[in-house]
Each structure stands twice: as C-alpha cells, then as structure tokens.
C-alpha cells in the first residue's frame, strides 16, 4: 500500500524570490506571489506545513490594475462604531502606501488561517521602489505574466 507523502517542517528549505512588479496586473501578481508562499510549487508540498518560499517584490507603486478599478475600487474597514464605515479608495492607497494594495491582494488569495498569517507576515517582503534590503540572500529573478 503507498502512503500519502507529509513533509517534516525540519526538511523544508525556503528559497528566496524577487518579483518585480512593474506593469503586471495585480491579480496575476497575487495569485503568483501566493502560490509561491505556500509552496504549491514544490512537488514537496503539504498544506498543514510552512514549505513555502520568502518573496520580495520591488515596484509595488508601479503596479497595473485593469478596467476602472483605479477610480472606482475601494477597501473597506470598520471603526467598531455603528455607522462608522470607512472606504479608501484603491488610488489614493497606491499613492501613499502601495505595499498595502499588494498585501491586501495576496491575503485574498490565501486560505484563512493561521499559516496564512505567517505566510504573510514573515515571508512576503513588498517595497514601492526598486530597492530592497535582501541582497545577501540572492534572491532568483522570476518573471510574472504582464497580461
């Protein structure tokens, strides 16, 4: 009888990815970026356990979003208070704090839980200009679909 493979956390083995986020669409980045934190890429891959791998991505501000949506797109929060909605739209946030619009994207497309979490708060590394703090870690150059 073959058993179902389930890798040890001790044997996973992060690499580094740098994603350069000009011109690409931001649900092709997302959904890039997240397959790559769960490490759906890997033939290793077991969804219990944290066998992703670390992203930066560089040119957040330069991201392209398709249709209407830099005018019409808005997120949501909540105060707490009846009444007290809040909504920011997407232009405004891409313009004061870019790295949140891909945050944002890439936690919608994760699963809703706790190694969600982890994922992107440990290993997702998002900066608005083209430079980054990670050289020594020789991150691999990986090209997303400009679509």
Not at 29 to 58: C, E, M, N, W
Not at 67 to 74: M, T, V
Not at 97 to 123: D, S
Request: proline share 7%; hydrophobic share 35%.
């Amino acid at each position: 009888m073959q058993r179902t493979f389930s890798l040890p956390a001790e044997k996973a083995s992060p690499r580094w990815y740098l994603v350069d986020a000009e011109g690409v669409v931001l649900g092709r980045l997302a959904s890039g970026v997240a397959q790559l934190l769960r490490g759906k890429h890997k033939p290793t891959f077991t969804p219990h356990v944290d066998d992703g791998d670390y992203v930066i991505v560089i040119n957040a501000r330069k991201v392209r979003l398709t249709g209407r949506k830099l005018e019409q797109k808005r997120y949501f929060r909540h105060t707490g208070y009846m009444g007290h909605e809040k909504f920011t739209p997407v232009a405004r946030l891409l313009a004061t704090r870019p790295e949140r619009v891909i945050e944002r994207a890439v936690f919608g497309m994760l699963p809703k839980n706790t190694l969600a979490r982890q994922h992107l708060r440990k290993k997702l590394k998002v900066y608005p200009g083209p430079e980054h703090p990670h050289a020594a870690q020789r991150p691999v150059q990986l090209r997303l679909r400009r679509g």
